[in-house]
């Protein structure tokens, strides 16, 4: 089996995740019609922070907070 070497995965997950700010920002404009540019970034800001099932992160695990994991 072959596998993408790190570099190429990485890239690919970028472009992926482009994808989906992308997509999303469109279906909040449709959401919102009468929204400025201003008000969907920050819609958009909050929902790559703040979006539901995805409080603690994406990843399985326990939450670990950045400050204390740099240590």
């Known amino acids: 089996m072959d596998t993408l070497p790190v570099d190429e995965r990485l ?10 700010v992308r997509l999303m920002r469109e279906n909040l404009r449709r959401q ?3 929204a400025c540019d201003v008000d969907i970034e920050q819609r ?5 922070h703040e979006r ?3 409080e603690q992160g994406d990843a399985v695990g326990r939450a670990v907070r950045l400050s204390s994991a740099s240590r």
């Open 11 to 20: 890239r690919a997950t970028v472009e992926l995740f482009e994808l989906g």
């Open 32 to 34: 919102f019609p009468d």
């Open 44 to 48: 958009l800001r909050h929902w790559l």
């Open 52 to 54: 539901p099932g995805a």
